[in-house]
């Protein structure tokens, strides 16, 4: 690992992404924001076409490169070929310092990479991983990320930024946690924000410096997984809760969210009214913004993106709607080619996106970062939809928040790639058949244990479906199927386990022989052989019927798409003025 973890370490995405791509990376960007405002109170990889042209202005602007007398020769001419090149680039930021070649570009590529911050991306157990996202047909794979804004109070910037004195150099929380998927296609990026008080369990995570092991936990609020070994644990309770793997991760504090948010210059914001931040008790973001849309950066962006007392109803929730719109704004903003134009002003951004985020170990370079931008400006503005995890209050903690069954259901679109603005509903119906690599055994040699897992909190268990489906399957030839006699579980689908690839083959089998999706077919290192465990779904009769799928968006995410200019917050009127 390299560089600082905790609060100061505490950033990523957004800036990466933003200042790597400022197309796509916009959405990065945002989620930086990651403070609570309760607290207030508180190779060079050459790049033929782009190099030239790049390294170039960058011995221009740093006095290298001999007199360039030759040069101003033609300098109307270089100037417009100069123009082409960058408005060709103009969704690819970090171009700017791939160039690759001897002399200032190559020294300012080095420097830039110097300052990108590193760290192990999951600290939790191996086994306990989500599946690697498989493949579609032509080879292309989704990408997820997740984006992490730390509240730290490391530094005197961030303790002056943040507030609340007697929290500093305390253990950094996460409170500002996105979901970035991108699917396979490069059609569609979908956003999941999750309320910082949510109520979950986080795993056992090891600390990758010092090797100290955090137990696990259940009914944990969520931000404090950050303090559990470093960003690395953020990203295993994510897997833990979703069981959607992450690939990347990108993380960004207070001075890393005002130093990216005035080096991309003004971005837009609405409220319907005018509104103040800030109670009788010190509490509040501090933003005072006047009815109408301004263009905030720096220390009011920041303001912005934690507000939570004047927007709505004055929670979390609301606090995610306002980052929404912001990082739609600006991806609008950085998708426009007049913010493009000028190599200081980008060669600003990416030396602020560098210094202001912690990546994991694969994007550790430039390089990994501008490949990832490619991949990010590949998807239309008007593909891109943001939306909050569907939850709950709940009925113990005051003020603590569980996921829902539709948050459930929300992870499972992104886990199948299927886009959350509903426009991929025919690609959607037909999921791609597994890749089978080995023959299933005769039915008769297939061993099955089968598990009643039809426990549910208003039914109970439905009482002997174990022994019930053993006989549908030994009737079926698989004389090798027995019960399990252990009390129920609970299972809302039914399932087929296994824990090695030289068993998918069988499960598969069971599965055909009975019915059951191929989609419901996993595997698992918490089965040491073929399982079948029924569900909740199954509760009697002896034939399967496959639940039908809705791979609707529930209402409940309440998506916002970034395309939308009309968005505007709407303002508590006892925080107007």
Excluded at 38 to 54: F, L, P, Q, S, W
Excluded at 147 to 168: M, Y
Excluded at 219 to 234: A, K, M
Excluded at 380 to 400: A, K, L, S
Aim: charged share 25%; glycine share 10%; aromatic share 4%.
């Amino acid at each position: 690992m390299s560089g600082a973890r905790g609060g100061g370490v505490g950033t990523v995405g957004r800036s990466t992404v933003r200042g790597a791509v400022p197309g796509a990376g916009g959405v990065a960007d945002s989620t930086s924001t990651a403070a609570d405002d309760d607290a207030t109170a508180e190779d060079g990889g050459a790049r033929a076409d782009a190099g030239a042209g790049v390294a170039e202005d960058v011995a221009e602007d740093s006095g290298a490169g001999g007199s360039g007398g030759g040069r101003r020769a033609g300098r109307g001419t270089d100037r417009r070929r100069r123009r082409r090149r960058v408005l060709r680039w103009s969704a690819t930021l970090l171009a700017l310092v791939i160039v690759g070649g001897a002399g200032a570009g190559y020294l300012y590529y080095e420097h830039l990479n110097a300052n990108i911050k590193s760290d192990k991306l999951n600290l939790g157990d191996a086994k306990d991983r989500a599946a690697e996202t498989k493949a579609n047909e032509a080879g292309q794979k989704a990408l997820n990320i997740l984006l992490i804004g730390s509240d730290a109070r490391d530094t005197v910037e961030n303790q002056k930024l943040g507030g609340a004195k007697d929290t500093f150099n305390g253990t950094p929380l996460a409170d500002v946690q996105m979901l970035l998927h991108v699917s396979a296609d490069r059609s569609n990026m979908s956003v999941v924000s999750m309320p910082r008080d949510t109520l979950l369990s986080i795993p056992k995570c090891t600390d990758p410096d010092t090797g100290e092991v955090f137990r696990s936990l259940t009914r944990e609020i969520t931000n404090s997984s950050l303090g559990r070994g470093g960003p690395g644990c953020t990203v295993a309770t994510w897997e833990k809760l979703t069981d959607i793997h992450i690939d990347h991760f990108m993380m960004i504090d207070f001075g890393g969210v005002v130093s990216m948010a005035d080096a991309i210059g003004g971005v837009p914001v609405c409220v319907d009214a005018n509104v103040h931040s800030h109670t009788s008790t010190g509490k509040g973001s501090g933003l005072k913004l006047a009815e109408g849309t301004h263009d905030i950066k720096g220390k009011q962006a920041l303001q912005w993106l934690r507000t939570r007392y004047g927007f709505e109803d004055d929670t979390d929730l609301a606090r995610a709607k306002a980052q929404h719109m912001y990082m739609n704004s600006m991806v609008r903003q950085l998708r426009s080619e007049a913010k493009l134009t000028n190599p200081n002003g980008l060669r600003k951004l990416a030396e602020a996106a560098t210094r202001a985020i912690t990546v994991d170990d694969g994007l550790d370079s430039i390089k990994k970062m501008y490949d990832l931008a490619t991949e990010l400006q590949k998807v239309p503005t008007e593909r891109i939809t943001m939306t909050t995890m569907p939850n709950r209050y709940d009925t113990v903690q005051t003020g603590r928040v569980v996921p829902t069954e539709d948050a459930g259901k929300l992870f499972r679109l992104v886990r199948e790639d299927i886009a959350l603005d509903g426009k991929d509903a025919a690609k959607a119906t037909a999921s791609p058949s597994p890749t089978v690599t080995d023959a299933a055994a005769a039915d008769q040699d297939i061993a099955v244990q089968v598990r009643n897992g039809t426990y549910t909190d208003s039914l109970g268990a439905a009482r002997g479906r174990a022994s019930a489906v053993t006989e549908v399957l030994v009737g079926k030839g698989f004389t090798d199927a027995k019960a399990d006699a252990s009390p129920a579980t609970t299972e809302k689908t039914t399932v087929i386990r296994y824990p090695s690839a030289d068993l998918q083959a069988d499960a598969l089998r069971v599965a055909k022989a009975l019915g059951v999706p191929a989609g419901q077919v996993k595997q698992s290192t918490d089965v040491s052989g073929v399982t079948l465990v029924v569900g909740a779904d199954w509760r009697s009769g002896t034939a399967y019927k496959a639940p039908v799928q809705d791979d609707r968006t529930p209402t409940s995410a309440e998506t916002m798409n970034a395309a939308d200019t009309s968005q505007c917050m709407h303002v508590d009127p006892a925080y107007s003025w």
